[in-house]
């Protein structure tokens, strides 16, 4: 149970992921990490499992994708606020922090300003991160 005047976050920029509350770090998100395979090594031997012989693979079922689609759009619209929030901080000349958080979250909203253009209403929130002021000075391959 984490108080309401604290703050508790799950930072995956560094795999597997840390767990921190009000700065002070928790733990690791898995802690067996480091002895077992990686998340993707495990689905590609679910895959390779599943086409030798034919044992199937609950985590690569409709359900489980449909739970994740609908997460992303609980969350997508927070998540990306607080994008370009970020962003813009570190862009702007007062604060010129240099993170792997701020690289990560401005390669994925270059990657993102790239891939959506017509096919999305403008207030589709992916859309409105394209569209960020600070985007068009970062699309010709500068990042920070």
Do not use: C
């Amino acid at each position: 149970m984490v108080d309401t005047a604290g703050s508790l976050s799950l930072d995956f920029s560094t795999e597997p992921g840390l767990l921190n509350q009000d700065g002070i770090l928790l733990g690791i998100s898995d802690p067996l990490w480091a002895s077992k395979p990686s998340p993707i090594a495990q689905i590609i031997e679910s895959i390779f499992q599943f086409f030798e012989n034919g044992k199937e693979e609950p985590r690569l079922t409709i359900g489980p994708a449909l739970l994740g689609n609908q997460l992303l759009d609980e969350i997508v619209e927070s998540y990306v606020d607080h994008q370009i929030g970020l962003l813009a901080r570190v862009i702007s000349k007062d604060n010129p922090e240099e993170s792997d958080a701020s690289r990560y979250a401005m390669t994925e909203a270059q990657s993102i300003a790239k891939r959506f253009g017509a096919d999305y209403g403008q207030a589709h929130p992916l859309v409105r991160l394209a569209n960020a002021s600070f985007m068009g000075k970062y699309l010709d391959g500068n990042s920070t």
